[in-house]
């Protein structure tokens, strides 16, 4: 069964620290990945989008990896804001309309 | 920018009842989902469309149905409501090219008493 891990599933860190959240799969035939940001109450924001051939992608103070060999992506967060707070999820394409499998998320919190 | 929108965001049912989701995109986009979430749960393909007239099941698709009669619209319907389709539903969209991301909705949170 192809999966989507996530841990933590809840971090708290104070503003300005910089962090890494993680996701794994086990799939390493993948198509893409990516990452997006949940609030409370509202849908998903996409927030960056790794293509199989690319190693990461960077959008102001978010850097995201993939490395499909070991089945990881990271997304790094520089000099964390309360205004990060929010939930994490990662997905995973595999190919075909259907095929996005989503990890359960991590719960950011960012304290000030 | 709307987006993609759906209704109702809050919807209480009680069991055996039936009622539609809506959504809607002004895109243009041609590729067309429905997820559900549970807490603590990622998000499940419900059913998708590949374009208007053309549906197909996803990972979960028993106690529902879909139509997409238009470009712009993907209704989702649940015949029969019980308990274990209380869920918060999310509708998505995305163009034909899968490098690009996909657009959600702020879903709908429904609860089946």
């Known amino acids: 069964k192809q999966e989507v891990t996530q841990i933590p599933a809840a971090l708290s860190v104070p503003e300005g620290e910089n962090l890494v959240l993680n996701c794994s799969f086990t799939d390493s035939a993948i198509y893409n990945l990516q990452w997006f940001r949940q609030d409370p109450g509202k849908g998903l924001t996409s927030l960056l989008l790794?293509?199989?051939?690319?190693r990461e992608q960077t959008s102001g103070r978010l850097n995201a990896s993939l490395d499909k060999s070991s089945g990881r992506s990271t997304l790094y967060i520089a000099a964390s804001q309360p205004g990060d707070s929010a939930t994490y999820l990662c997905a995973r394409r595999s190919g075909g309309y259907q095929k996005v499998t989503f990890g359960t998320g991590t719960k950011l919190q960012v304290i000030p | 920018n709307a987006g993609v929108t759906q209704t109702p965001k809050f919807r209480i049912l009680k069991i055996g009842q039936s009622m539609t989701l809506q959504c809607t995109q002004d895109m243009n986009h041609n590729y067309m989902y429905w997820y559900r979430q549970d807490p603590g749960m990622g998000l499940k393909l419900i059913y998708y469309s590949v374009g208007a007239g053309i549906t197909d099941k996803g990972e979960v698709p028993n106690g529902y149905n879909v139509s997409r009669s238009t470009t712009e619209d993907f209704p989702l319907r649940l015949e029969l409501a019980a308990p274990s389709q209380t869920s918060v539903y999310f509708c998505?969209?995305?163009?034909?090219?899968?490098?690009?991301?996909?657009?959600f909705g702020d879903g709908t949170r429904l609860s089946i008493l």
């Open positions: 790794i293509q199989s051939s690319q």
């Open positions: 998505a969209s995305s163009s034909g090219d899968f490098n690009q991301p996909q657009h």
